[in-house]
């Protein structure tokens, strides 16, 4: 036990936690200087506290630290603390506005409400026109729609990008994105799928790809109605009440299970559909992939130098 005291002990010691002493000492420019490196290290919780600290300490709003505390939201994937956060600074600071609402962006685009990124980006280029935030919140714009899965939307956008930006380093991602697209994406009727398992079950399901299903079709249904129509006839050529009560009933379950596997069937070409619209949404994405759109601010580190 007593070893064991003293490793944990010794651990303790040496825990990387800001000491008393440090925290009393600083003034805001080093308390600013502290939360940097926190960041740096991958600890922007800890950060956003000295943040504060620095902020109270000057007893000036600085646009810089609320971008800065914004973005340690943003690291921690706390994305709709860090969307407000860069909102409220993009209202109170206009020289910030186009900055901080392209962050928003991001932070709702991995949030998973591309709806309100696309929102946000718009805002972007109007606010920014002719600088290259505008530019990227235009490219994103493509970008969210394959989020989306809204091919044709994607499609049509990544146009409008090299039309109207036929030299931007990100105009050849768009056509190779648009190369993507291009290609139809197989689909597979809904309507015919049921009229398959209608006729002969299991078909529909094997036409919407789903083999799995179409031999649990085939199979429910052929050994449920089979078995129905042997007892009935039995039950009738013997003169047997309780075969032809017992297929009667086995009747109405192999048809409750006809109609739900014809329904199945459409469900199946659905989703199908859907997850081919996906797979190909997801190769476009590829194709679009650039440093410069990471959504987790490391562009905000590279390219705005805030922690020079």
Not at 33 to 48: E, I, M, Q, Y
Not at 67 to 86: I, K, N, P
Not at 217 to 229: D, N, P, Q
Not at 270 to 288: I, P
């Amino acid at each position: 036990m007593i070893p064991f005291l003293c490793a944990f002990l010794a651990t303790s010691a040496v825990a990387e936690e800001p000491s008393v002493d440090v925290v009393s000492g600083l003034d805001a420019s080093g308390a600013e200087s502290f939360a940097d490196d926190l960041v740096r290290r991958g600890d922007p919780f800890n950060a956003l506290t000295f943040y504060r600290l620095s902020g109270h300490l000057s007893g000036t709003p600085e646009p810089s630290i609320a971008f800065r505390t914004a973005l340690c939201y943003e690291l921690g994937e706390r994305f709709s603390a860090a969307e407000e956060s860069y909102l409220d600074l993009a209202g109170r600071f206009p020289d910030w506005s186009a900055r901080a609402t392209w962050r928003a962006a991001m932070s709702a685009r991995h949030d998973g409400r591309f709806g309100e990124a696309a929102l946000h980006l718009s805002d972007v280029s109007l606010e920014g026109q002719g600088t290259e935030l505008a530019t990227r919140a235009q490219f994103m714009q493509g970008v969210l729609a394959l989020d989306q899965v809204e091919l044709e939307r994607a499609d049509q956008s990544f146009e409008q990008f090299v039309l109207t930006h036929p030299d931007h380093a990100m105009a050849p991602r768009a056509v190779a994105a648009r190369s993507v697209l291009a290609d139809r994406v197989p689909r597979r009727s809904p309507v015919l799928a049921g009229i398959l398992s209608a006729v002969i079950p299991g078909s529909g399901q094997l036409y919407a790809g789903h083999p799995g299903d179409a031999a649990m079709a085939f199979l429910s249904s052929g050994v449920l109605g089979l078995w129905s129509y042997t007892l009935v006839r039995s039950g009738v050529e013997d003169q047997q009440g309780w075969r032809v009560g017992t297929g009667t009933a086995l009747g109405t379950v192999a048809a409750f299970t006809w109609t739900s596997n014809v329904f199945g069937s459409v469900r199946g070409a659905k989703r199908s559909n859907s997850y081919l619209r996906r797979g190909r949404a997801q190769s476009a994405l590829r194709e679009t992939a650039d440093p410069s759109l990471e959504e987790h601010g490391e562009d905000v580190l590279r390219d705005e130098h805030l922690f020079d």
